[in-house]
T-cell receptor
């Protein structure tokens, strides 16, 4: 069963625009993470936000977490063509040992 | 720095055959994981290991087995492959045992005919 569901499934924007992706999940969590996957490659970790945090920044990335709504958002500012990839949220359901549960992902296309 | 190495990169396999996907990490991470990725379903956890000598079942363990004889290696075996096991398989590791980012391999694309 999928814990996280990303929205939208696909997003197409122009370079320089901001991209926002959302993630909803079902159970309480220890942390939520965002990953990026380029076509045909493995996933790469972007950012981790813990359940007691509300916002976190890393370069052009901004992540928010609302545990009351069981949702998170990933904002990529000033998008570049190189940001074209699939983005996944992953939740740690707080079962003692981290076993991340991934969502189905958002495909982002940034056009020059 | 290699990180996580998976082999083979790609394989076509006849149904009923036995197959082992190899995974080796050089980061001395305690935790290792196997996920499968299918279109529209995201990644699903097959098996995991939180330290050498121990393994556990994930969300979709049926038809798969793993072993963790040492820290570095975490092979995934399909005893008798079926077409529904056609997928892209990713091995990952993390320092463990608590939370933290996962480091992924580049994947093994398996087709079962």
């Amino acid at each position: 069963s999928q814990q996280g569901e990303e929205d939208p499934q696909a997003l197409s924007i122009q370079e320089g625009e901001n991209a926002t992706m959302n993630c909803s999940y079902k159970t309480s969590i220890n942390n939520l993470q965002w990953y990026r996957q380029n076509s045909g490659r493995g996933l790469v970790h972007l950012i981790l936000i813990r359940s007691n945090e509300r916002e976190k920044h890393s370069g052009r990335l901004r992540v928010t977490l609302d545990t009351s709504k069981k949702s998170s958002s990933l904002l990529i500012t000033a998008s570049r063509a190189a940001d074209t990839a699939s983005y996944f949220c992953a939740t740690d359901p707080n079962t003692g040992f981290q076993k991340l549960v991934f969502g189905t992902g958002t495909r982002l296309l940034v056009s020059p | 720095i290699a990180g996580i190495t998976q082999a083979p990169t790609s394989q076509i396999l006849a149904a009923g055959r036995r197959m082992t996907l190899r995974c080796t990490q050089d980061m001395r991470h305690n935790a290792m994981y196997w996920y499968r990725q299918d279109l529209g379903l995201g990644l699903r956890l097959i098996h995991y290991s939180n330290t050498a000598g121990t393994t556990g079942k994930g969300e979709v363990p049926d038809g798969y087995s793993v072993s963790r004889a040492n820290t570095d290696d975490f092979p995934l075996t399909l005893a008798s492959a079926v077409p529904s096991q056609t997928s892209v398989y990713f091995c990952a590791s993390s320092p463990g045992p608590g939370d933290g980012e996962l480091f992924f391999g580049e994947g093994s694309r398996l087709t079962v005919l």
